[in-house]
């Protein structure tokens, strides 16, 4: 079998305040999956997707990325290999332009000229905002900040994206709009969401986290027709709906 983008092994990790965040999690995402990371608030999604571009380091257990163990003398190489793309875009956006944005990253990997305009205008064509290329990303919706935030991590080129609930706080039409973007773009994904339809929809395999344990990881139509675990970690499919 192919070498996984992302190997967590036996991973646990604590807050400096005591709370257990994560509690021996183990998962292997392949080339080319895209698995959905499902679970209720609290459960740990986000402490372990800090830890995939080493915002968050193993206290116990490891990480690899693309066969690459995550440390101290690794983690500038991996932030470059995990395009991680927060739940809040303001976390994200802080030029003064949108191409400005998109540029950071590529231009801090050594890339300039005719490469990194070409780099940075096929990202903001990918997630369709090239015509806001020259506009301050702090007078764009949310929407629209959400589609530069994603075009910043595929202007790195990264082996994954690591995406922290990306439908959240989008209109009905900017989410299939997402949804139709991230189907096409060929890269693995690693989904944290609370929107099972989209999982359902974008998504091979899913997830299930709860209280820092992975409890349950299959394929996604056997765990979203599984009533009864999907009642067990607080999730449900939105009333009627049958996969
Ligand atoms: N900085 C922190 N200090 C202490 N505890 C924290 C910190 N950040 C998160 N936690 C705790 O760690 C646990 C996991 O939180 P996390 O944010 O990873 O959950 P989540 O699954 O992303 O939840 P949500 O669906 O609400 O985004 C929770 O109990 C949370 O209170
Ligand atoms: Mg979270």
Known sequence: MSTPVISVDNLSYRYPDGTAALEAVSLHIHPGERLALLGPNGAGKTTLILH?????????GSISVSGVLLDNSSVM?????VGVVFQDPDDQLFMTTVRRDVEFGPRNLGLEGAELEARVDAALEAVGVADLADRPPNHLSFGQKRRVAIAGILAMEPDIIVLDEPTANLDPASRSELTALLDDLDI???IVTHDLLYANEVCDRA?????GRVVA?????TILRDDELLAKHRLALP?????
């Open 207 to 211: 997830v299930i986290l709860n209280e």
């Open 188 to 190: 693995t994904q690693l």
């Open 239 to 243: 009333k009627g709906v049958r996969i």
């Open 52 to 60: 995939m571009n080493g915002i968050h380091m193993p206290q116990t």
């Open 77 to 81: 190489d991996i932030r470059r290999r």
């Open 217 to 221: 990881d299959d394929d996604i139509g």
